[in-house]
């Protein structure tokens, strides 16, 4: 493996632990409303909030409501006397119609991987799970069986 393989090997195994092993959660963007700070097919890596967080002009990953599986991801445009929050997309005239409370709030978006959340979609649908998992599985079920018949 020459030098340059090897350091790539290094970097992606080191990005896929620190994934792993921080607190980190990943959302592949659905929506136009952050255009263009984040697009369509993004890929947000959320953290969780630190003392001190979040402040205004923060993009913040909430669930508006019970029940609503994938977080919105908006900027804070206002925090009120009572400590709920006012968000608005960048791509919106208008502020979200809804007060965020702290405990809806996911995290904060820390990371915007371009076109990466694409991938994710892939990955984590049907199709891409029988073309990454299930037919190279299959595959190499059937070439051990060749192997095993010689």
């Known amino acids: 493996m020459r030098k340059s393989e090897y350091a ?4 992606t195994a080191a990005v896929i632990a620190l994934l ?36 205004v002009g923060d993009i913040i990953a ?43 709030i996911a995290g904060r978006v820390v990371l915007i991987i371009p076109y990466a959340g694409a991938a994710m979609h892939i990955v984590t649908s049907l199709a891409g799970y029988l073309a990454l998992v299930l037919i190279p599985g299959l595959l190499l079920i059937a070439l051990e069986i060749q192997r095993m018949r010689r």
């Open 62 to 104: 909430f669930r508006p409501q019970e029940g609503v599986s994938v977080p919105i991801a908006h900027r804070i445009v206002s925090i009120e006397d009572d400590g709920t929050i006012r968000t608005r997309g960048d791509n919106l005239a208008a502020t979200d119609p809804y007060h965020i409370r702290p405990d809806q």
């Open 20 to 55: 792993f092993c921080t607190p980190l959660n990943m959302a592949g963007v659905i929506g136009t409303s952050m255009e263009p700070t984040i697009t369509q097919n993004d890929l947000v890596v959320i953290a969780p909030l630190a003392a001190g967080e979040p402040a």
């Open 8 to 11: 790539a090997f290094i970097a």
